[in-house]
Each structure stands twice: as structure tokens, then as C-alpha cells.
């Protein structure tokens, strides 16, 4: 198998959680560039409508769905379409995610609650759901979307969200975790830990506390709209069948730095 073999993920589907806008669209144009069929889902079914579009004119097949990760309802009715319309799942992006910003000892229950549900048990239901399929398929990749603040604790000044910091630290955990039960399966599950990435979400923040984070970004920038593809594409294709519980950190060398 030579190096193109490696990386072809062509006539492959995937599905990409909140892949209306963000890194969750920048991925799903990723895997269409490079052949896949894509299915984009998230709460906003109109931006993931504009996604697909998009993709279509990559001469890949596509599909738009409404779906809240909170709603198993929602995540079959996501995993019983695209079986119905390409015929298996063979790459799940779990990228769906939220914050809330809030001093750690004043954060409201309900905000905690939404968070977590989300960026956790949004990520546990859709990969149990998909997790099957692939099991039955003898094959398949998950990706679930990490950060970079689920490493340690934040500097309050930079980063005020302990919902969103724990949420993630425990996605890498999970990502460890289910990576081991799923290895025997052939079904690889890894997870990428952006750093600091412009996007709608992140826009505020990063318009309040930007120099800060930059000056402490090794590489002097942040993500660009290119930076998060290759990871994802790797993740996604033979070339990382070896490559089991992973946390990839694409961060501009933040996470590398000692001080």
C-alpha cells in the first residue's frame, strides 16, 4: 500500500457534529476535497444546509440534518439517514460543542449542565449510537474534538470557563477510554486538541484576551482555516490505523511550552 493508499478516504462517509460552521465545517470540507461523502449535522439546520452546498460542488454527495446531541432521538434518527442514503458510517466527528464564560465559584447550575451535556454526554450518546454500526461494519474512525484547556487548569485572566475545561478533559479521557474497547474491533477512536482557533464561537473571547493567548503561542499566531484539515484527514484514514486513544494537539507548540 503506497502513501496515496494510506490517506484515500474516497467513497468513505463521514459524519461531522456541528458542522455547520468553525472547525466542524473547515473538517467536512477536509474529507469532501479529499473524496468522502459528508453528512453535516448541529442544532442550526439551515447553516449546515449552506455547508452541504458547499460540499456538493467537491463532486461528493451530502447531507444536511437538525440534530442536538442531547437528543438520542435525534442522533438515531442522524445514524438511520446516512446508513439509509450511503451505507455506512466510517468516520464520526464528534465536534458539536459550547461554553460558558463565568467565575468558577459563581457559574450557574443550569449553564454547567448544558455544557456538560453537550461537550460530554453529546460526544458519549453519538459515539455509543455510531460505535454499533461500526462494530458491525468490522471497520471505522472516530475523532472526537478535544481543546487544549482540557490539559490542566486556566489562567481566570485568559480563560474564565471551568465548565468548558472540565468538559473537555474529560473528553479525553473518554477518547482514552473508548479507544481501548473499540481497538479490537478495528474501530480507532483518537481525538484532536485544537489551541486557539478564530471562529464565530471563539470571536469574543478572542477579541478581549487575543494578544494575551498569542503572546503565549510559541508559533506567534493562531489556527488558520487550513491548520485543522491535515489532523483531521490523518485521524481519518488508514495511515492512523495504529494510532489508538491519541489526543493530537494542534496548537502552535502551547501545550509543548514548559512556562
Not at 477536509?30 to 460540499?55: D, I
Amino acid at each position: 500500500m503506497n502513501i496515496k493508499d494510506l490517506y484515500n478516504i474516497k467513497g468513505k462517509t463521514a459524519i461531522v457534529t456541528g458542522g455547520g460552521r468553525g472547525l466542524g465545517e473547515q473538517m467536512a470540507l477536509a474529507f469532501a476535497e479529499a473524496g468522502a461523502n459528508v453528512v453535516v449535522c448541529s442544532r442550526k439546520l439551515e447553516a449546515c444546509q449552506e455547508v452541504s452546498e458547499k460540499l456538493v460542488k467537491q463532486g461528493v454527495r451530502s447531507l444536511a440534518l437538525q440534530c442536538d446531541v442531547q437528543n438520542p432521538n435525534d442522533i438515531q434518527f442522524v445514524v438511520q439517514k446516512t446508513i439509509e442514503e450511503f451505507g455506512s458510517i466510517d468516520i464520526l466527528v464528534n465536534n458539536s460543542g459550547a461554553s460558558w464564560m463565568a467565575p468558577a465559584l459563581d457559574m450557574e447550575i443550569d449553564k454547567w449542565d448544558l455544557v456538560m451535556d453537550i461537550n460530554v454526554k453529546g460526544v458519549f450518546l453519538f459515539s455509543q449510537a455510531v460505535g454499533k454500526v461500526m462494530i458491525g461494519q468490522g471497520s471505522g474512525k472516530i475523532i472526537n474534538i478535544a481543546s487544549i484547556t482540557g490539559f490542566g487548569g486556566q489562567d481566570p485572566r485568559v480563560a474564565d470557563a471551568i465548565g468548558y475545561a472540565t468538559s473537555k478533559g474529560a473528553v479525553i479521557n473518554f477518547t482514552k477510554d473508548l479507544a481501548v474497547k473499540l481497538a479490537p474491533y478495528n474501530v480507532q477512536v483518537n481525538a484532536i486538541a485544537p489551541g486557539f482557533f478564530p471562529t464565530k464561537m471563539t470571536k469574543k473571547f478572542l477579541d478581549f484576551v487575543g494578544e494575551s493567548i498569542l503572546n503565549r503561542t510559541p508559533a506567534g499566531r493562531f489556527g488558520s482555516d487550513q491548520d485543522i484539515k491535515g489532523p483531521a484527514l490523518f485521524l481519518a484514514s488508514k495511515a492512523s490505523d495504529f494510532v489508538v486513544g491519541h489526543v493530537l494537539t494542534v496548537d502552535g507548540g502551547t501545550i509543548a511550552q514548559v512556562l
